[in-house]
């Protein structure tokens, strides 16, 4: 991939530099159990990216796609105070020369679908399910006690594109709100060693208009491997023996590379878009990523968020828990599962997203005898009407689900969870009912369309 054209009119931008303090209270552990999350996920759904001809396009690679036109610099006015640390705040103005702007971007290599709070705003709680506080779930787009509705913070669709050197991320919410300009952080975990602890999060405040702007954007490292403490994902709160994402790379323009990272409203404020540079996650080719709203809490050092707050402390934004409802410390945050990127997921990997997978084939007559369908035989094959069956686990189980084949023979049963099928079918017309002649065992790969030809003896 060639290098971005480098933009040659410097611009200048005010800064300011935020330092942290940390506060972690946190021991202990609790009984989450990450089967029963997961399962308790399945409705949050990863989807392959598509392009305009709807066909799958493989994880590891990007699409190729026009470039838009690089944004007008200008001078930037700082707009931003940063407000992230609750105990103390130091902040120091400085002036960064930037060089080059992201050349943008079209076309999408991944994205996640996370639930929607909206239709349930007016009842002052999450969908059921979409919140899971034991498994760093977090769908609570809502103000601490009160409830009330934070629309910019309540993410729908978040989309990831890797155009080295650059990486794209934007968000969908469902609508923006001036209170949150220069203050919901939009960022996105990269968990590069996959497992379930991410060790890069990028994250910028949400910005005030479609140009290009460093401030308010962060780069941070995890460089000792604690975040999700004991446990990745898992509530180990209190737990008080890490330090989250400790090191800054950069912030508003400030490090080693004052172009690394940007941020953009795009699609007159109805996304807001990250870019940064590739290098910043160390070119990794195959992560676990999440995207993240956050308006609340805004502490990189408190990573994972269900370790450094109980649940009591959190609260909870669904009534029927209600020890813990509503939210309380851990209020206006919403993020996503975790999607796979360069790599195809065991579906053990701690807070993965759900992948539904496909099974599709064509049925022919086995004239010459080879138990398989050669192309000379599927070509005539009308075998319409014959029923398809899938069982879950491993032949003769049945019953999952079924279909009919279509005028060609083809048949497709989709929306499959990663597993063991056992596939079969039974041929109606003559010459007579052949029930499950020859059925066969499929394992299914999260997300993956596997293709399977059933063959009639002849
Ligand atoms: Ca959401
Ligand atoms: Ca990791
Ligand atoms: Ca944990
Ligand atoms: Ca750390």
């Not at 931008?13 to 202990?28: E, K, R």
């Not at 912030?251 to 590379?257: E, M, S, Y």
């Amino acid at each position: 991939m060639a290098q971005s054209l480098p933009l040659r009119k410097p611009i200048l931008s005010f800064l300011t530099l935020m330092l942290l303090v940390l506060g972690c209270t946190l021991t202990g552990a609790g009984t989450a159990n990450l089967a029963a999350t997961q399962t308790a996920l399945a409705h949050a759904v990863i989807q392959y990216s598509t392009s305009a001809g709807g066909s799958p396009t493989p994880m590891s690679t990007p699409m190729p796609g026009s470039r838009i036109a690089p944004s007008p610099t200008r001078t930037q006015t700082p707009a931003f105070t940063p407000t992230a640390s609750s105990t103390a705040t130091q902040t120091a103005t400085l002036t960064v020369v930037h060089l080059s702007t992201p050349p943008g971007e079209s076309g999408t290599t991944r994205y996640i679908i996370d639930p929607v709070a909206k239709d349930y705003a007016a009842q002052k709680r999450a969908p059921a399910g979409a919140d899971v506080y034991a498994g760093n779930r977090y769908e609570r787009p809502f103000t601490a006690e009160t409830m009330d509705y934070l629309p910019d913070v309540d993410l729908e669709r978040v989309e990831l594109r890797i155009d080295s050197p650059w990486v794209y991320v934007t968000f969908q919410f469902v609508a923006a709100r001036p209170d949150g300009i220069g203050k919901t952080m939009y960022g996105a975990e990269f968990d590069t060693n996959k497992d379930g602890r991410g060790d890069y999060l990028v994250w910028g405040a949400s910005p005030s208009d479609g140009n290009w702007t460093a401030t308010g954007v962060e780069v941070w490292k995890d460089s000792d491997y604690d975040v999700g403490g004991p446990r990745p994902q898992l509530s180990d709160a209190p737990w008080t023996g890490g330090n989250g994402y400790d090191r800054k790379i950069f912030i508003g323009g400030q490090g080693a590379d004052p172009d690394l990272a940007w941020i953009r409203q795009i699609e007159d404020g109805a996304k807001v878009q990250l870019a940064f540079k590739y290098s910043a996650i160390g070119n990794a080719p195959q992560f676990l990523w999440n995207g993240l709203a956050d308006w609340g809490v805004r502490r990189p050092d408190w990573f994972d968020y269900n370790d450094h707050f109980t649940q009591a402390d959190a609260g909870s934004p669904l009534p029927i828990q209600s020890d813990f409802y509503p939210l309380k410390a851990l209020w206006g945050v919403d993020n996503t599962c975790h999607d796979a990127y360069g790599f195809t997921p065991t579906g053990m990997e701690p807070g993965l997203c759900q992948y539904y997978g496909r099974i599709s084939g064509q049925l022919c007559w086995d004239i010459n005898h080879t138990g398989t369908c050669d192309a000379t035989e599927l070509s005539p094959a009308s075998i319409a009407g014959d029923a398809i069956s899938l069982g879950q686990g491993a032949c003769p189980a049945s019953g999952f689900k079924s279909t009919v084949t279509d005028s060609q023979g083809r048949y497709s049963i989709t929306d499959l969870p990663a597993g063991t099928y056992c596939l079969g079918f039974k041929h109606v017309p003559a010459p007579g009912f052949l029930i499950n002649p020859n059925p066969m065992t499929v394992t299914l790969a999260p997300g993956e369309a596997k293709a399977v030809n059933l063959s009639i003896p002849w």
